[in-house]
């Protein structure tokens, strides 16, 4: 639904748009409008049922708004599947806590200090 209207005087075009785009923003196809201080409830929403079908069967998700207006107005609203786990095929592996390191001696670390300063000398 894209929000129209003055302050204090909303009024509603039910849209096909981009997830990636915000609410009032840029729209793919105009469906049709709600208006909900209109007095009259048969005047208060206009549908354009064919073109909602069809991106319906396409896969647009409708918000919950426009899912119990689609609803009212005798459309069937498909319901998302739910993903099915997979389960593991195997147990999981015996907990092993990773070894501490453990400093060479400082004789050692003196050692290939001396060798590598020397190497680069060469």
């Not at 639904?1 to 009024?11: A, D």
């Given at each position: 639904?894209?929000?129209?209207?003055?302050?204090?005087?909303?009024?509603y075009r039910?849209?096909?748009t981009d997830p990636r785009f915000p609410r009032d923003g840029r729209i793919i196809e105009a469906l049709g409008y709600y208006?909900?201080?209109?007095?009259?409830?048969?005047?208060?929403v206009k549908l354009n049922t064919e073109r909602i079908q069809y991106w319906l069967s396409v896969g647009a998700k409708p918000s919950?708004?426009?899912?119990?207006?689609?609803e009212k107005a005798g459309l069937v609203v498909p319901e998302p599947k739910q993903r099915e786990r997979k389960k593991s095929k195997?147990?999981?592996k015996a907990f092993v806590?990773?070894?501490k390191k453990q400093r060479k001696p400082r004789a050692e670390r003196r050692a290939a200090k001396a060798a590598r300063a020397a190497t680069k000398k060469k």
């Open positions: 639904m894209k929000r129209f209207g003055r302050l204090n005087h909303p009024t039910v849209v096909a208006l909900p201080l209109m007095p009259r409830a048969q005047d208060q919950q708004t426009v899912a119990e207006m689609v195997g147990k999981p806590p990773p070894k």
